[in-house]
């Protein structure tokens, strides 16, 4: 439980890292998150066998981690917290699919490994693109450009909120967790059995505390709305970005950067 507290409340930096003061932090968010919407379609929309066409979207990512002087290593361990969850998605795979797809040499390669692989893969590519756009932008400010791109503002809210309330239940978590430890007294009250009361007890103090902060934006004025900020202007550098990535990505998608790049290869040495 404090392993996953302090995980949780490490997100917290995400909103920090959006604090910079680049070039892409000072971007209009629409505009990133466009450009990121189209990225995670192309990437999504291969077939369960491809790897190679793959490889060239880390360009996306690795770029915008460049560009926003963001910290690599901080953002690749979240995208390792999310690798055991697309694991367990494709880890039956290769027991249902034993057709041999790829041979090396005399290692015979079946489709099933093949699209686990694909799988762990798109997962590190579409979270390691949500984290980036996060850090540059900030979930508040992501949520509020979905508001101005069409998306319903009751959802969006509710995206805010559940993103608000994952620190709250984080919080509160913690407390209990360090409550009971402190409560027991070696192997005691440190079975499973005292889980249940531990979470009903989450349950309760979590709901009351969010009614107190709802309590709190009531008065302070809350009628539903996004904070007011300072709107940003969707110019020729928000086009030029969106259409720049957004090309290279519908390209990449219709032809195989990576064998392209090897057939290029190939002929300049030859």
């Avoid at 999504?44 to 290593?73: H, K, M, N, T």
């Avoid at 361990?77 to 694991?87: D, E, R, Y």
């Avoid at 795979?93 to 686990?116: E, K, M, Q, Y």
Wanted: a positive charge; proline letters at 3%.
């Amino acid at each position: 439980m404090a392993s996953v507290h302090g995980a949780l409340l490490d997100l917290k930096r995400l909103d920090r890292l959006a604090g910079g003061d680049t070039p892409l932090h000072r971007l209009d968010p629409r505009a990133k998150v466009l450009a990121t919407l189209v990225f995670i379609v192309c990437v999504v929309s291969f077939g369960r066998y491809e790897l190679s066409a793959l490889i060239p979207f880390f360009i996306f990512p690795v770029s915008l981690v460049a560009a926003g002087r963001l910290p690599a290593g901080y953002l690749a361990a979240k995208v390792a917290l999310v690798a055991p969850f697309a694991i367990a998605v494709g880890i039956c795979n290769p027991l249902f699919d034993r057709g041999i797809l790829v041979h090396l040499g005399a290692l015979d390669i079946t489709g099933g490994w093949v699209s686990f692989a694909s799988i762990v893969l798109r997962t590190a590519l579409t979270v390691g693109a949500a984290l980036t756009l996060t850090a540059l932008t900030g979930f508040a400010s992501i949520c509020r450009a979905l508001v101005r791109l069409g998306m319903p503002k009751a959802f969006a809210m509710q995206l805010l909120f559940l993103y608000r309330y994952l620190f709250v239940l984080a919080e509160e978590g913690g407390r209990a967790s360090r409550a009971r430890e402190l409560r027991s007294f070696g192997r005691k009250g440190s079975g499973f059995a005292s889980y249940a009361s531990l979470l009903g007890h989450l349950l309760l103090r979590t709901w009351q505390r969010a009614e107190r902060m709802h309590m709190a934006m009531l008065a302070r004025g809350f009628t539903g709305d996004f904070p007011s900020a300072q709107g940003g202007r969707f110019g020729a550098r928000e086009v030029v970005f969106v259409l720049f990535w957004s090309a290279l990505f519908i390209t990449l998608r219709l032809y195989n950067g990576a064998e392209l790049l090897g057939t290029l290869v190939t002929g300049y040495l030859s």
